[in-house]
């Protein structure tokens, strides 16, 4: 019999400082795969704050288009998301003054079967659009949900070239401020 081996978990560098792609090598067998989706020591090596707070999922239909969305300080959070069902286009956009980034957005495919992460630090916002649904997104933060420092900016004003022309939205995302608009409290620190 061969011993057990923990799925390869690995942290890549984006363009955007803190962004961070994470990938795991999913170990199948005759019962479905087996996928690690967190490791405290590599998160650690790689200076990402570990200390979740809450941890949500959605479930979004095709076409649908969330965010971009964060959380203003002192309620600022890192976010760790991936897609258990589905796929989605998902996206962070700096928003920290000072950062060599700043504007600039990092665009990935996260899907059930390409298991793949993002890890989205402070200061960046987070959306997404569903290019096969149903999709199931987990989002791991590292502070609560604070409705009153709930923020966002206007899906289509950042450059992304989403899947989708038309979206389905909330009357919220709808209406967020368009980044030109937005004056960020959020400063890079690197």
Known sequence: MRAW??????ILKTAIPGVRELRSAPRPDSRGRFVKTFHADS???HGLATGF??????????????GLHFQTPPADHAKLVF???GAVLDVALDLRLGSPAYG???ALTLSAENTAQIYIPPGCAHGFCVT????T????????YAPRLDAGVLWNSAGIDWPVEAPTLS????GLPSLGDFASPFTFEG
């Open 43 to 45: 998160f650690a090596e």
């Open 132 to 135: 096969e649904g149903p999709a």
């Open 171 to 174: 009357e919220r995302d709808a």
């Open 104 to 106: 600039r957005h990092v």
């Open 83 to 85: 897609c258990t069902a």
């Open 137 to 144: 997104l987990v989002y791991a933060t590292t502070t609560e």
């Open 53 to 66: 707070r809450e941890q949500y999922y959605s479930i979004s239909n095709a076409g649908v288009l969330r």
């Open 5 to 10: 081996r923990p799925s390869l978990f690995e």
